[in-house]
């Protein structure tokens, strides 16, 4: 992520449920009261997924709160938005999903050069002993990282 680049949101749950095995960054089609919800911060990508349908990538249950100056223009919080790609990445994202049983996760939602992007994920879902595996490695990685800092602090 470059300087210019703004973090609205992460999914932290993504990376917790899902093994990613590629990202992708993808424009965002939004109506003008989303965006100025997006800039307050007022957004939700828990169970969030990304679906390819009639050659467009449409993005599912991403909550965007409405705008509190927005009175009637106000737009759906729920609705399905659109994702913008190139057709060749639309047409892997459909032969990776369609033939391999794997998932589309947004995993961050940023602001890039005052253009609003998603970090999407072609994801695997984990099954209970790879999250029990992953969470016994981090401890034992911690553990390491903390005897070391223990040593150098008794020289």
């Not at 993504?14 to 095995?21: G, Q, S, V, W």
């Not at 009261?33 to 169970?47: C, I, M, P, W």
């Not at 599912?60 to 790609?85: A, M, V």
Request: charged share 40%; aromatic share 6%; net charge positive.
């Amino acid at each position: 992520m470059s300087d210019a680049t703004k973090i609205i949101i992460k999914n932290r749950k993504a990376r917790y449920d899902f093994e990613i095995l590629d990202t992708y960054e993808a424009g965002i089609e939004l109506q003008g009261t989303e965006v100025k919800s997006l800039r307050q911060g007022k957004a939700n990508l828990k169970d969030s997924y990304a679906r390819v349908e009639e050659g467009q990538v449409y993005l599912h249950n991403l909550h965007i709160s409405e705008y509190t100056q927005g009175n009637r223009y106000n737009h759906d919080p729920e609705r399905k938005r659109r994702l913008l790609l190139h057709k060749q990445e639309i047409r892997r994202l459909r032969s990776r999903t369609e033939e391999r049983g794997l998932t589309l996760v947004p995993l961050k939602l940023y602001f890039k050069r005052g253009k609003c992007k998603v970090e999407l994920g072609v994801a695997k879902g984990k099954k209970s002993y790879d999250r029990r595996h992953d969470i016994a490695k981090r401890d034992a990685k911690r553990e390491l990282e903390r005897a070391l800092k223990e040593r150098t602090l008794n020289r």
